[in-house]
C-alpha cells in the first residue's frame, strides 16, 4: 500500500499543500495521505500517525525530503523506524523512484540527500541572519509589526461604538492589556 505524507510549516501555505497532495495522488496515494500543518521542529502527530500506520510491505511515499525530517539525525531515526516496520521509502523528487532503505547504498544516498539539504537550509539562515544584521545597521530593519497595534484603529473604531476592552478584545481576538495599551496611547 502507498501510504502519503504531506506538510506545510504555517496555515497560510495552502497552495503548497495542495500541490503536495495533488503529487501524492497522482502517485498512487489514495487511500490513506496524512498531512499537517506545522513546522518541521514542532511535534508532527500526523507523521508520528503515518508511521504507525504503516505495515510490512508498504511505502511511505513523500514529495521532497524536507517535508519528512528535519535533519539529518531526524531523517536517519524515520529510516530506522520504517526498516525496523519493512517500510520502504520513496522520495517524488527523487524521480518518483522508491529509495531502498533497506539497502546500504539506498541508506547512503538517503543519508547524502538529508545532509545537503540540511546544510542548505543552516546556508540559507545564515544568509537570512546577515541581511537581517546589515539592514539593521542601515537603519532599514524595523521587524514585524506587533499585531496589536495593527489592529489599533479597530480598536478605537469599537471603543467609540460602545464596547468595552473585555468585549473589544474577545471580538479583535486579543489580550485586555493590549487594548487598554492602545486606549492608553491614544488618550
Same mark, same amino acid.
Given at each position: 500500500?502507498?501510504?502519503?505524507?504531506?506538510?506545510?510549516?504555517?496555515? %497560510?501555505?495552502? &497552495?503548497?499543500?495542495?500541490?503536495?497532495?495533488? %503529487?501524492?495522488?497522482?502517485?498512487?496515494?489514495?487511500?490513506?495521505? /496524512?498531512?499537517?500543518?506545522?513546522?518541521?521542529?514542532?511535534?508532527?502527530?500526523?507523521?508520528?500517525?503515518?508511521?504507525?500506520?504503516?505495515?510490512?510491505?508498504?511505502?511511505?511515499?513523500?514529495?521532497?525530503?524536507?517535508?519528512? !525530517?528535519?535533519?539529518?539525525? %531526524?531523517?536517519?531515526?524515520?529510516?530506522?523506524?520504517?526498516?525496523?516496520?519493512?517500510?520502504?521509502?520513496?522520495?517524488? %523528487? /527523487?524521480?518518483?523512484?522508491?529509495?531502498?532503505?533497506?539497502?546500504?547504498?539506498?541508506?547512503?544516498?538517503?543519508?547524502? /540527500?538529508?545532509?545537503?539539504?540540511?546544510?542548505?537550509?543552516?546556508?540559507?539562515?545564515?544568509?537570512?541572519?546577515?541581511?537581517? &544584521?546589515?539592514?539593521?545597521?542601515?537603519?532599514?530593519?524595523?521587524?514585524?509589526?506587533?499585531? &496589536?497595534?495593527?489592529? &489599533?484603529?479597530?480598536?478605537?473604531?469599537?471603543?467609540?461604538?460602545?464596547?468595552?476592552? !473585555?468585549?473589544?478584545?474577545?471580538?479583535?481576538?486579543?489580550?485586555?492589556?493590549?487594548?487598554?495599551?492602545?486606549?492608553?496611547?491614544?488618550?
Amino acid at each position: 500500500m502507498l501510504i502519503g505524507y504531506a506538510r506545510v510549516s504555517t496555515v %497560510d501555505q495552502v &497552495a503548497g499543500l495542495e500541490a503536495q497532495l495533488r %503529487d501524492l495522488a497522482a502517485t498512487g496515494c489514495t487511500e490513506k495521505v /496524512f498531512y499537517e500543518r506545522v513546522s518541521s521542529v514542532a511535534q508532527r502527530d500526523q507523521l508520528a500517525a503515518a508511521l504507525e500506520w504503516c505495515r510490512d510491505g508498504d511505502t511511505l511515499v513523500v514529495t521532497r525530503l524536507d517535508r519528512l !525530517a528535519r535533519s539529518t539525525a %531526524d531523517l536517519l531515526a524515520i529510516v530506522a523506524t520504517l526498516e525496523r516496520k519493512g517500510v520502504a521509502l520513496r522520495i517524488l %523528487d /527523487f524521480g518518483g523512484q522508491a529509495v531502498d532503505t533497506l539497502s546500504p547504498s539506498g541508506k547512503l544516498i538517503v543519508t547524502m /540527500f538529508g545532509a545537503v539539504a540540511q546544510f542548505e537550509r543552516e546556508l540559507m539562515k545564515v544568509r537570512m541572519l546577515e541581511g537581517i &544584521a546589515k539592514a539593521k545597521a542601515e537603519g532599514k530593519y524595523q521587524g514585524r509589526a506587533p499585531t &496589536a497595534r495593527r489592529l &489599533a484603529p479597530k480598536v478605537h473604531e469599537l471603543r467609540i461604538s460602545g464596547l468595552g476592552p !473585555a468585549q473589544i478584545a474577545a471580538r479583535l481576538c486579543m489580550s485586555r492589556s493590549s487594548v487598554y495599551r492602545i486606549l492608553s496611547e491614544a488618550a
